[in-house]
């Protein structure tokens, strides 16, 4: 008679399913982003709107307003912006500090003003926005003329 005793086969079995129905739900919750949702979720980020125009005390110094949609559940940043304008790179001054905060789920408008670019009224800029996390977005910007209140 043998003193060693394993476990019963039943038990080894039950562990066996536990074990495996455990690695199911991690696989499946992964696929369907469920574990990503909990944990922030990506951000996703679309601009809607973007308008141009000539600043009304200095027409070289242009304004531009963007309506910009995060439709995920995680926030991003708008850490910078450039204007390229005839063979010329020109950082923007973001109005609300040095990086934007987009938070999940929001839309909103954002104000950057970009100084000495030297574009007229009809011109088309390229307007480049860098993302923290979404990367970057290049859009082209036709400038319109200052709107006076």
Avoid: C
């Avoid at 926030?75 to 987009?102: C, F, P, Q």
């Amino acid at each position: 008679m043998s003193l060693r005793r394993g476990i019963e086969p039943i038990i080894a079995t039950v562990i066996l399913v536990a074990v495996a129905l455990i690695i199911a739900v991690a696989v499946v919750g992964y696929l369907m982003g469920l574990f990503g949702g909990l944990a922030g979720g990506s951000p996703q980020i679309s601009i809607t709107s973007v308008s141009a125009r000539q600043k009304e005390d200095n027409a070289d110094d242009l304004i531009f307003e963007l309506y910009i949609n995060n439709a995920g559940a995680g926030s991003d940043k708008l850490i910078r912006a450039e204007v390229i304008y005839g063979g010329r790179t020109i950082r923007t001054n973001i109005t609300e500090g040095n990086e934007i905060n987009i938070p999940g789920n929001h839309r909103g408008w954002v104000k950057l003003e970009a100084v000495d670019v030297g574009a007229s009224v009809g011109d088309t800029v390229i307007l480049k926005l860098y993302f923290e996390k979404s990367g970057t977005h290049t859009i082209n910007v036709v400038v319109n003329p200052s709107v006076t209140s």
